[in-house]
């Protein structure tokens, strides 16, 4: 066995470095397409989950959502909040109430839901006061006073998704009607319009909690929003409130995250099927650059098992250089994937409705995508070794 | 030492069989040297390679050292070829990344000899066979003469019992051709090494102990020289 691989070692060395040096370069070129492009097809998409994700919980959800066992809502809410932020990796907490209502200015008419919320704690969960694309967020103190996102003020941005069901042409300053259920109405001063830049938390609208008090006397907190230090379990958290609450009921921003789980897990199997395809590719061009060398090569062949190299050790020369094409291949493609690719697009992201995709470095994958390249070299490469030494010494020679 | 009896040898080529071999029986003694002689067509490459285990009898039998080796597995073949046969080809059959020193001591390698002693032999060989300049020339950087005495080089450096050769001079000038030959002669003079050549010029069976005629895959003549 240690003589075999002696001497396969010493032949597949021998092949790389004094064959013919363009097929050498074909075979790690094409090693490295592949590579690159497997580990970039992934990144984007897996930056692309990330971007929504993180839109999701930065403006819709945070990380946990806190929910009231039955419809009277939560119970002593001031206390619970206290109690939440006293937890380790909670980064903060913040209640919201809610009624559907329907806003008008002029002509225009839209349904929105109207958000009772706390403007002191709204910014330690969600990052909407900093998106402000007009006007100012609600302080404490705010009466009368209204924050629209794009999505219904419209803005006079055309492009908006929901543009056409929108306000249109709502400001900052401007005045607008808002339709609560049961006939009561008012008009609201718009103090700011906000931009996310993901269209489901664009379609709110916030008074203060005081505001609401006014227009919905007795109306409970509907749910308190969790956002948590980096790395925190979410079921770590929700054990520690679970402690201290039995009245509650608890969803994760996955479990909340509505149609948007759907889309990320549709990108998910296509994140799989790109590089299946990536793999089948690399597959095929180790078979190829194989098969080719080895349909020159089937004379050398036969001398060599004439002069008593043995079948497995010519097989295992095909399959070293196999290895070294993947290794140097995939080592190359990393380098030019994490010092190259990644940067430019760093410095040129790709832009989507959601906003900026990064390309999400993951090392692990790009350590796994290696190994599944060098198994599948190694298969690919053993096919088309495997069915020439089957032929016959005198075959291979003389080519009977 | 080597024994073939009754062996005939059936080429199928899709429907037709074509006979190459027809009966054949031959003893090799050891030391000697055995040339095969016979036309185009006439079964001597076939028959030279059923003793050197490179291609197997429709029938009949081989024996090596009184052992029926016919019918071994190839595994076993490579490792008898290996171990105890060394072969010259006619088309000098060199491999191609290979120097002409690392030509001659592949087999070596092959056979788990430490890498300074067959470096050495495969030097002193190469010494012997007049190329020791050329021992880091790729295979095509040497003529076909040349070529022919790395693979000569290359047949004795597991001191094989017996050495093959097809048709060694056939691809050769005469000035190349008759080195070649003097260089087999020499080997089996100095080194006692058995060798079996074929060719088809009646000038070369000066350099055999016994020449073996075959014609349509019969032997015909055996005539001690």
Known sequence: ?400 | MLKIKNASKIYKLGDVEVPALNNVTLTIKEGEMLCIMGRSGSGKSTLLRILGLIDSPTKGKIYLSGKDVGKLKEKVRSRIRLETMGYVFQEYALLSELTALENVYLPAKMLGRWPKEYKDRAITLLDAVGLLNRMKHLPRQLSGGQQQRVAIARAMVNKPEIIFADEPTANLDSKAGKNVMETLYWLNKNYKTTIVFVSHDESDKKYASRVVRLLDGRIVKRKPI
């Open chain 1, 1 to 400: 066995m240690r003589k075999s691989i002696s001497v396969a070692n010493f032949l597949a060395r021998k092949l790389v470095a004094r064959s013919n040096w363009g097929l050498n370069f074909m075979a790690i070129f094409m090693i490295v397409i592949v590579y690159v492009n497997i580990n970039f097809t992934s990144s984007l998409l897996n930056g692309f989950i990330s971007t929504v994700n993180e839109k999701l919980i930065s403006s819709q959800t945070g990380n946990v959502v806190v929910l009231p066992k039955n419809s009277d809502g939560i119970e002593s809410p001031v206390v619970l909040l206290d109690d939440i932020r006293k937890i380790n990796g909670v980064a903060g907490a913040t209640e919201t109430r809610s009624v559907p209502a329907e806003l008008s200015k002029g002509q225009e008419k839209s349904l929105a839901e109207i958000s009772g919320i706390n403007p002191s704690t709204y910014g330690d969960v969600f990052v909407t006061p900093k998106n402000m694309i007009e006007g100012e967020f609600l302080t404490k103190d705010d009466k009368d006073k209204i924050v629209l996102g794009a999505q219904i003020a419209g803005a006079d941005i055309s492009r908006l998704e929901l543009y056409s069901d929108s306000l249109k042409n709502v400001h900052a300053g401007d005045k607008v009607t808002v339709n609560y259920p049961g006939g009561f109405k008012k008009e609201y001063t718009v103090k700011g319009i906000f931009l996310n830049e993901f269209f489901e938390s664009d379609l709110k609208t916030f008074i203060t909690d005081n505001e609401y008090g006014l227009v919905q006397p007795g109306g409970k907190v509907e749910s308190i929003n969790i956002k948590l230090e980096k790395g925190v379990p979410e079921s770590y958290v929700i054990d520690q409130i679970k402690k201290l609450r039995s009245d509650l009921q608890f969803r994760t921003w996955e479990e909340r995250a509505g149609f948007v789980k759907g889309f990320t897990d549709t990108l998910k199997v296509v994140n799989r099927i790109l590089g299946f395809a990536a793999i089948l590719v690399a597959a095929i061009t180790i078979f190829i650059v194989t098969y080719v060398d080895l349909i020159n090569k089937r004379r050398q062949i036969g001398i060599e098992r004439a002069i008593g190299i043995n079948a497995p050790t010519i097989i295992l020369s095909y399959e070293l250089r196999a290895l070294f094409y993947t290794i140097i291949g995939s080592s190359i493609g990393a380098l030019v994937f994490i010092y190259a690719v990644v940067p430019i697009e760093r410095a040129y992201p790709f832009k989507i409705p959601y906003g900026k995709v990064f390309l999400q470095l993951n090392y692990n994958n790009m350590i796994i995508y290696a190994v599944i390249l060098v198994a599948v070299a190694i298969v690919a490469a053993l096919i088309p070794a495997w069915r020439t030494i089957r032929i016959s010494i005198i075959d291979a020679i003389w080519g009977n």
